[in-house]
């Protein structure tokens, strides 16, 4: 599934993290590249260890954890801390699979990537291109939301980035590992609890039905979930 997760940066919290990143020092995005993927790569990243780079990280991270959408359709285990790049004069990532587990440089710290997520930190009326184009089972969808929304894809998806044309698009991505390993399991869940959110606020979250459906949600969670 590919869920866009609107207004995930209100404009202040944006403005922040611009003002972070902007003003640090971005290097060659190959830096983070597994072999196959650096051939289709060309793009500026900010450095994994950078100070600003942590700090507007911790910002994303600290949105995320407040979102109910994004909780609900993600199931986070563990997130990777958000990396930040930008494309301009014709920079691209050509089609590939983004690498299964990630380990972060220093800590050990490692992720299966379930699940990959870009926030889009620049408008879409200041650049040309710079679709995140996924292919899915339903086909290929290209996404390009406006600045501070996020969207969710599944990490094993043949994804790329279009060449951007025209002004630059600043980006954070980043994989999570969800509690949910298998997408469908997860699809699953996502849908019935969006049902249950719904009927409650229909019903009232007391009515007996809602009651007994979250019950049936968090039994599935509880036979599928790693925790
Ligand atoms: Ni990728």
Redesign the pocket.
Same mark, same amino acid.
């Given at each position: 599934m590919l869920i866009a997760i609107p207004d995930l940066l209100d404009a202040a919290t944006l403005a922040h993290v611009r003002g972070l990143i902007d003003a640090a020092a971005w290097v060659d995005g190959n830096v983070t590249s597994g072999h196959q @993927?650096a051939l289709a790569k060309n793009n500026l990243q900010l450095p994994e260890d950078a100070q600003r780079a942590k700090q507007a990280g911790e910002i994303i991270l600290n949105a995320l954890g407040k979102n109910p959408l994004f909780i609900a359709a993600a199931l986070p285990l563990k997130i990777f801390p958000p990396l930040f790049n930008s494309y301009a004069g014709g920079q691209a $990532?050509g089609v &590939?699979?983004?690498n299964a587990v990630r380990i972060q440089a220093g800590t050990g710290f490692r992720v299966r990537s379930d699940l @990959?997520m870009t926030v889009f930190l620049e408008e879409p009326e200041a650049y040309d291109g710079g679709e995140l184009t996924v292919e899915t089972q339903f086909g290929v969808q290209q996404v390009k939301l406006p600045a501070g929304h996020g969207v969710l894809y599944p990490?094993s998806s043949l &994804?790329r980035v279009e060449p951007v044309t025209r002004g630059r698009r600043v980006a954070s $991505?980043f994989w999570l590992q969800s509690m949910i390993r298998e997408d469908g399991e997860r699809q699953i869940l996502f849908d019935l609890d969006s049902s249950i959110q719904q009927l409650a606020a229909a019903l009232g979250h007391g009515h007996a039905e809602v009651i007994r459906l979250t019950g049936v949600y968090h039994n599935l969670l509880r036979r599928w979930a790693d925790a």
């Open positions: @993927s $990532f &590939h699979v983004d @990959s990490s &994804h $991505f």
